[in-house]
């Protein structure tokens, strides 16, 4: 759904990730079913990450949103 980079963080220059879901991509698709699942997907993407806490699954750090794009910072 999304591509991530690879970036050093601000604050202590440690590595993280940056994942961004292009959110316009998903409303020009044709199949309504589709691109609603999509949507409820890319919505709680983020929510759930936070919400997991383990070891083996990357963190979610921050999240910047508008109508066009979603950014993650993991």
Do not use: Q, W
């Amino acid at each position: 759904f999304g591509k991530v980079y690879r970036g050093l963080s601000d604050n202590d220059g440690l590595p993280i990730a940056i994942k961004t879901l292009e959110i316009r991509k998903i409303h020009e698709k044709t199949n309504a079913k589709l691109k609603e699942i999509e949507l409820r997907l890319v919505k709680n993407e983020d929510i759930v990450m936070r919400i997991c806490n383990s070891p083996n699954l990357m963190k979610c750090y921050d999240v910047y949103e508008n109508k066009d794009i979603k950014i993650m910072i993991l």
